[in-house]
């Protein structure tokens, strides 16, 4: 780490100067401005004008990639915050696959179009505004999502209706979306800390912590998924178990709904206390799995089979909450409350 004296330059003023190989880095001349930024911890961060300026702009080759590898090369530049991608070849056309492929992207992204296209190249920009969404609501809307699909997807299973099953599958692209946004929104934040005010969040620092919990909420949407899928592949769309069983998956999938409500909520608002309650929850169903396959009456493997895998998924739901629970500990610890005095 290198220091660096501050200096006095009048009766309230203080200097320090910058580093030569930084600022012709940065392009950094005398009478230019730099923007502070003043954080946690008493950090001061200096930025260049170019921080604030995004990297807008990337153009994607497709010569040597299939139309797999072109659509996450398009996801990819799309999370790492570019306005606008461009897709073409060195030499001719693009190919009808890597068309499509561009397109196939497009509907998977939130507020990205096609603003150019030609036989040789195509233009894609993403009208997202940072300004537009705050990371809290869009976690919270990725939780609530995923909870929606998990409530039709067991509501599915008591009733054998595949048309419920298949709404919350196609739930699944917009959960996608929300997660991907998400991604895109936590990157720029990263690599510019001007926005991370414009995302709702004081300091860069929960950053890495809001990854984990965007995958985690992204995986539990999977599991509805998952659940929807048994649903129609099942016999009927439903499984050979009594009443009671049914209702004790339903109580089930009630308890971990809360789990994760409470989970989210306990990270965006920085709350120890409700990740102690996630904590209370999740002990009173840590064997509830277990509980119900022990009590099931003689079946075949592969209907046994079926009925443990939504039962897992929805256990997998309940820890990937509690993870969850720990980010948001450590989040809230790293604050002052009633519980924590630093410094």
């Known amino acids: 780490m290198e220091t660096r004296k501050v200096q006095r330059l009048g009766p309230s003023t203080l200097a320090m100067t910058l580093p030569a190989e930084w600022a012709k880095e940065h392009n950094v001349n005398k009478g230019d401005e730099v923007s502070l930024r003043m954080g946690g911890k008493g950090t001061l ?17 497709a010569d040597a990639l299939n139309a797999d590898a072109l659509e996450r090369a398009i996801v990819a530049q799309y999370v790492l915050g570019r306005r606008v991608i461009h897709i073409e070849k060195s030499e001719g056309a693009l190919d009808s696959e890597h068309i499509n492929a561009v397109y196939k992207a497009e509907t998977q992204l939130m507020g990205l179009g096609v603003i150019e296209e030609t036989p040789e190249r195509i233009a894609i920009r993403c009208s997202v505004d940072p300004e537009d969404f705050s990371l809290d609501n869009l976690l919270e809307r990725l939780e609530n999502t995923g909870s929606t699909m998990r409530g039709e997807a067991i509501k599915a299973l008591a009733h054998g209706n595949p048309d419920l099953a298949q709404r919350a599958l196609n739930r699944e692209r917009q959960a996608n979306k929300i997660f991907v946004l998400l991604l895109r929104l936590i990157f720029t934040a990263y690599q510019n800390p001007n926005l991370c005010r414009a995302v709702g969040l004081e300091s860069g620092f929960p950053l890495i912590g809001y990854r984990s919990v965007a995958k985690n909420l992204e995986l539990t949407a999977d599991n509805a998924e998952d659940i929807a899928n048994i649903v129609m592949d099942a016999d009927g769309h439903t499984l050979d178990i009594d009443s009671t069983t049914m209702r004790r998956i339903r109580e089930f999938t ?15 608002e920085r709350d120890y206390d409700l990740t102690v309650e996630c904590r209370e929850l999740f002990r009173d169903i840590r064997d509830k799995e277990r509980d119900i396959l022990d009590d099931l009456d003689e079946m075949d493997n592969q209907k046994l089979l079926q009925i443990r895998e939504v039962l897992v998924s929805l256990q997998q739901t309940a820890q990937y909450a509690m993870r969850n629970a720990e980010i948001a500990a450590n989040l809230a610890l790293n604050e002052e409350s009633d519980h924590v005095t630093i410094g």
């Not at 921080?51 to 080759?61: G, H, K, N, P, V």
């Open 45 to 61: 961060t200096v930025l260049p004008e170019s921080a604030s300026q995004e990297d807008a702009l990337a153009t994607i080759r």
């Open 254 to 268: 009630d308890q971990v709904d809360k789990i994760t409500a409470t989970a989210v909520q306990s990270v965006v």
